[in-house]
T-cell receptor, first 112, second 112 residues
Framework: NAGVTQTPKFRILKIGQSMTLQCTQDMNHNYMYWYRQDPGMGLKLIYY???????DKGEVPNGYNVSRSTTEDFPLRLELAAPSQTSVYFC???????????FGQGTRLTVV | AQSVTQLGSHVSVSEGALVLLRCNYS??????LFWYVQYPNQGLQLLLKYTTGATLVKGINGFEAEFKKSETSFHLTKPSAHMSDAAEYFCAVDTGFQKLVFGTGTRLLVSP
């Protein structure tokens, strides 16, 4: 019963490098989300998806890209890492618009 | 735009004392409201939610919250704090499709 799985758990990037944060869920959920959490702040929505092939921007999408080729996977791509992207990233999924979201354990990213 | 405000970034209580964490919301439509808990280095776990119907909502671990439309509030309470309740608590409002807007969080400290 894995739920929402995020990899890696920790990563240090140099400025200008790129990376992909992986997120997969085994609950057959249609809706998936990426949030970032900065110290002293609540989580902010980066991107979301309501199904395979459908993605849309959230509150803070700049510097990120996503894709949703399957129901299970929702990777988040950072193309040119910047110090401002140092954060903890959470992936979440939900069965429908009326059911609460389940969160992964998070990926702690540091850009130096 | 919908938003939530959590009063108090830190709340300290003694074990056995009443826990009260405050959340006020702003919404032009009937809100769906949530309380999530985050333990250190963990993802978010749903405590309880309000959608429609009964305004007093009971959640896990003995927590409950009351939706008060006249006060635009959704405060979280627990009659008797336990050491294991020490965590960060987030209030959130659903802006549609389970896209959540979070408050800045309240860290609950429980002393023996």
């Amino acid at each position: 019963n894995a739920g929402v799985t995020q990899t890696p758990k920790f990563r240090i990037l140099k400025i200008g490098q790129s990376m992909t944060l992986q997120c997969t869920q085994d609950m057959n959920h249609n809706y998936m989300y990426w949030y970032r959490q900065d110290p002293g702040m609540g989580l902010k929505l980066i991107y979301y998806s309501v199904g395979a092939g459908i993605t849309d921007k959230g509150e803070v999408p700049n510097g990120y890209n996503v894709s949703r080729s399957t129901t299970e996977d929702f990777p988040l791509r950072l193309e040119l890492a910047a110090p401002s992207q140092t954060s903890v990233y959470f992936c979440a999924s939900s069965y429908s618009a009326l059911v609460e979201a389940f969160f992964g354990q998070g990926t702690r990213l540091t850009v130096v | 735009a919908q938003s939530v405000t959590q009063l108090g970034s830190h709340v300290s209580v003694s074990e056995g004392a009443l826990v009260l964490l405050r959340c006020n919301y702003s919404s032009s439509v009937p809100p769906y409201l949530f309380w999530y808990v985050q333990y250190p280095n963990q993802g978010l776990q749903l405590l309880l939610k309000y959608t429609t119907g009964a305004t007093l909502v009971k959640g896990i671990n003995g927590f409950e919250a009351e939706f008060k439309k006249s006060e635009t509030s959704f405060h979280l309470t627990k009659p008797s704090a336990h050491m294991s309740d020490a965590a960060e608590y987030f209030c959130a409002v659903d802006t549609g499709f389970q896209k959540l807007v979070f408050g800045t969080g309240t860290r609950l400290l429980v002393s023996p």
